[in-house]
Each structure stands twice: as structure tokens, then as C-alpha cells.
């Protein structure tokens, strides 16, 4: 699963992640936007994907960490 982007267990990409996040943070404005990335994913392609949240309006982040 290199490189793949899921929101909620549903894979998609990068240029479909802001639409079908929109609709959830439109429903639930507290949301936490949880990012789960392994040591392999980019820091730029964790801030393509937090750049996306934000300009839907997510405002609360948390990134998730697997223990080593």
C-alpha cells in the first residue's frame, strides 16, 4: 500500500481527498483530521494532504504515530 491515500478505509487521491473530506467536515466542523503515514511517506506528501484538509475548513490535526 506504498503511497496510497485512504480517507476513512476508502482509497482515493490526492485530487479527490478535499470533495469527500469537504462533506464530512461540513457535517462535523470539530472534526480531527488524523493523519497516518508510515516512516516511507514524504514530508512534503504530508503537507499536500494537510494543505487539502485546510482549504476544506479541517482545523484540528493529529498525526499518528506507529510505536518502532
Known amino acids: 500500500d506504498a503511497g496510497n491515500l485512504y480517507l476513512n478505509g476508502e482509497q482515493l487521491d490526492l485530487s479527490t481527498l478535499g ?11 470539530e472534526q480531527v483530521v488524523i493523519i497516518k503515514a508510515d516512516r516511507t511517506v514524504s514530508l512534503q ?16 490535526f493529529m498525526i499518528a504515530t506507529a510505536p518502532k
Open 19 to 29: 470533495s469527500k473530506l469537504a462533506s464530512i467536515i461540513d457535517k462535523e466542523k
Open 45 to 60: 506528501r504530508t503537507v499536500e494532504v494537510l494543505d487539502v484538509a485546510k482549504a476544506v475548513g479541517a482545523a484540528k
